[in-house]
């Protein structure tokens, strides 16, 4: 199994609420019940004040690397992230478990 881990900051003076957020949330949201490699998904806002830590995570897992490769260049995969290309930028981790 793969663990696909990934942590979004939301630009300089954007908020959860926004609508393009919420737009992109709803996307991401939606690909664990229509890309069918995805075996585990669950996604949060964070809900600590540190000073260090990131906004919003994902944490999904796939059977294996080609599963996890066929994800990631899935067309709705690639149309979430667009969205949040307008407003975030993240940090990813890829690990075997």
């Given at each position: 199994?793969?663990?696909?881990?990934?942590?979004?900051?939301?630009?300089?003076g954007?908020?959860?609420?926004?609508?393009?957020?919420?737009?992109?949330?709803?996307?991401?949201?939606?690909?664990?019940?229509?890309?069918?490699?995805?075996?585990?998904?669950?996604?949060?806002?964070?809900v600590?004040?540190?000073?260090?830590?990131?906004?919003?995570?994902?944490?999904?897992?796939?059977?294996?690397?080609?599963?996890?490769?066929?994800?990631?260049?899935?067309?709705e995969?690639?149309?979430?992230?667009?969205?949040w290309?307008?407003?975030?930028?993240?940090?990813?981790?890829?690990?075997?478990?």
């Amino acid at each position: 199994m793969f663990r696909h881990l990934v942590l979004f900051k939301l630009n300089e003076g954007v908020k959860p609420d926004d609508a393009r957020v919420e737009a992109g949330e709803a996307a991401f949201a939606a690909l664990a019940g229509r890309i069918d490699d995805v075996k585990f998904w669950e996604q949060g806002w964070n809900v600590s004040d540190r000073p260090i830590a990131y906004d919003f995570a994902i944490n999904s897992a796939f059977e294996d690397a080609e599963a996890l490769k066929r994800y990631v260049e899935h067309p709705e995969h690639q149309a979430a992230a667009a969205l949040w290309r307008e407003f975030a930028t993240w940090i990813v981790a890829d690990y075997a478990f």
